[in-house]
Every structure is written in structure tokens, then in C-alpha cells.
């Protein structure tokens, strides 16, 4: 059997490549399954990756892209030691180098964990697997699309379709515009009031004849001048080659398609955390994120396993929320191995 591993990271995203270059820094070898694309949402690096222009994470004055920023992330982790999951095996920063894609296909996705047994099993593609003392789950979450072909290549492309308002919204791109957020709950008007800073006008699509939001959150939609909700619509379409220049809608009752004219659209129907793997293996909560046994912490109900990031966040879902709950994610594991006497 080979050596066991003192941390494994599973992710690729801010949390994950943090975690991994605190992990190196402090001489413990990590080993990161970054994962692989599985259908157009979900790619190693994490919804950066869909994001064109960051703008509010620190030390880019003049903003860098998700994809770019994720490889510089990248890159500082193979800087200090971190070794990367590969179709190939695991490789060093002597045979994967910096400017390897993010988006390579040879990365190694898990498929398994069994927390049962210690060291610890984790089980990637085509029988490849590792034992290890500590892993550090850093897989992220994935925004609900509706699934429109146009919705997505104008996500991809920078074309002003978005899944998160606070990430883009006051970006130049569309400011001054008319604006869109499809949803109906408490983020979706968070969303849309935090975009009438920057918009002319905003719009909150919703399919039913009532919100789902708290009604306070309710009650500060109605009252905010510059938001006007669309009643029992449902986006079918989203118009604009290069750029959006507007959504149809159907009417959830009558059936009649409009087409309403846009600079911008914000998807604000949840998000779905990459969990699946770990059912049964760590607490999760009804949505399915990793339940924190301190939220102060990353620790989890199982001694050993920690969560950052995303997959264990729901309010926040920010890139540097997540790069700050990967930092704490490898102190936990450095501390407890250190407990453990595993060095």
C-alpha cells in the first residue's frame, strides 16, 4: 500500500487552492483532487471559472478574470510543494507546471470516501486511490441554472448573464440598464436590491403569483421604486448574440410569450452543493451542504475531516469567503495531525 497521506484536498476553488498552499507551507505535502468537467457548469476551479471579470477580490486593482485568478491560485500551490490527482498519477510541480489549464481533462475527479476507517479511503476514477490522515472538502457549490442553451453560452461568454449579483453586478457591463433576477426567494430579492444601485431599473421574474422570500424581504421589494416584479412569468428564452438584449417570457397562466427588453440577467434560483459523494460519510443538512460542527471552524462531525468553502457556505458564496475558509480548513488539519502526533 503507499504511503499514507497527512491531507488530501478535494477542490480546486478558492477554498481548495488556499487550503493547499497553507497545507504546503506548513510541510504537509498536500494532494488535491481537483476534479473534471462534468457538463458545461461544473469545471475544475469552481464557479470562478464562469466569471469573467472579478473586480472585489484584493490586490487586483485592475480586476482579473475567474479563470485567470484560478490559475494564479494554482500556481502559488505547486510553488510551495502541492501535488496534483492526475489520470496519470500524482504529479509534482516538476511534471504539471503553472501554466498546466485548470481545465485539463487529466485531472482526477473522487468519486468516493469512506471516513469509516482510518487513515481515511478516498477513491478517484479507474481504481485510483489514496489513504489519508486528514482531508480538507473543498468542493464547492453550483449555481441552479433553467437550462436554456442561450442562457448558458452568454453565461460562458461574458455575454451579461450571471448567477450572482454581488460578484457582477457593478461591473461596467451593466451599469445604468435595465435588469433582470429570476427567482422568487429571500436571495433572489436580496439580489435585485442590491442591483438597483447600479441599474435603471430592476426586474424580478418570478413563475407564481407570490414571493417565497421572509416578509420582510417581501416587503422591501414592494417598496423599493426601482424593482417591479413580474408576476406567473417564466423565462423560456434569452434574446442577444454577443451580448443579452432581453428575455421572452410565457405566462404561467394564460400561456401568452412576451419578450422584455434586458442589459442584464441574474439567475437567483439556489444553488446546489457538490456533495452527493459524501452521503453517509459526513452530516448534511437538508440542502446538502457539510454541516460545521463549530461554525467558528471547519471541523465536522467526523475527527479528522474538515469542509471550507462553499460546500459548507450558503450565505456568503464569495471568493474570498471561501479563500478565508480554506485558510482556516488547513490550520485545523496542521493542528490536529499535530495532536495526533502524525508528522
Known amino acids: ?93 516538476v511534471e504539471l507546471t503553472g501554466d498546466t489549464p485548470l481545465w485539463s481533462a487529466a485531472f482526477q475527479n473522487v468519486e468516493s470516501v469512506d471516513f469509516q476507517q482510518r487513515p481515511f479511503r478516498v477513491v478517484g476514477e479507474d481504481g485510483f486511490e489514496v489513504r489519508a490522515h486528514s482531508v480538507i472538502v473543498a468542493t464547492g457549490a453550483k449555481a441552479n441554472w433553467l437550462g436554456l442553451e442561450n442562457e448558458q453560452r452568454l453565461a460562458h461568454s461574458g455575454g451579461g448573464v450571471s448567477a450572482c449579483a454581488v460578484c457582477d453586478g457593478a461591473l461596467p457591463l451593466f451599469r445604468g440598464k435595465e435588469l433582470a433576477v429570476v427567482g422568487g426567494g429571500d436571495s433572489a430579492v436580496e439580489e435585485a436590491t442590491y442591483l438597483t444601485k447600479f441599474a435603471s431599473k430592476v426586474y424580478l421574474i418570478h413563475r407564481r403569483d407570490q414571493l417565497r422570500a421572509s416578509k420582510i424581504m417581501q416587503e422591501r421589494a414592494l417598496n423599493n421604486k426601482k424593482i417591479e416584479i413580474l408576476w406567473n412569468k417564466s423565462p423560456v428564452d434569452v434574446l442577444g448574440d454577443d451580448l443579452i438584449t432581453g428575455v421572452r417570457l410565457k405566462d404561467t397562466v394564460s400561456g401568452e410569450v412576451s419578450d422584455l427588453p434586458l442589459g442584464g440577467l441574474f439567475m ?32 465536522t462531525n467526523i475527527e479528522g475531516v474538515f469542509a471550507a468553502g462553499d460546500v459548507a457556505d450558503h450565505v456568503y458564496r464569495q471568493a474570498i469567503t471561501a479563500a478565508g475558509m480554506g485558510c482556516k480548513a488547513a490550520i485545523d488539519a496542521e493542528r490536529w495531525l499535530a495532536e495526533k502526533g502524525i508528522d
Open 268 to 299: 437567483a434560483i439556489g444553488h446546489t452543493p457538490i456533495t452527493g459523494f459524501l452521503k453517509g460519510q459526513l452530516d448534511l443538512d437538508d440542502a446538502g451542504y457539510v454541516k460545521l460542527a463549530d461554525p467558528y471552524r471547519s471541523t
Open 1 to 93: 500500500m503507499a504511503e499514507t497521506e497527512k491531507v488530501v484536498i478535494i477542490g480546486s476553488g478558492p477554498a481548495g487552492w488556499t487550503a493547499a498552499i497553507y497545507a504546503a507551507r506548513a510541510n504537509l505535502d498536500p494532494l488535491v483532487f481537483p476534479g473534471k468537467a462534468a457538463g458545461s457548469d461544473l469545471v475544475p476551479g469552481g464557479q470562478l471559472m464562469l466569471t469573467t471579470d472579478v473586480e472585489n477580490y484584493p490586490g487586483f486593482p485592475e480586476g482579473v478574470t475567474g479563470p485567470d485568478m484560478m490559475q494564479l491560485f494554482m500556481r502559488q500551490a505547486l510553488r510551495y510543494g502541492t501535488r496534483v490527482a492526475t489520470s496519470g498519477g500524482v504529479k509534482s510541480k
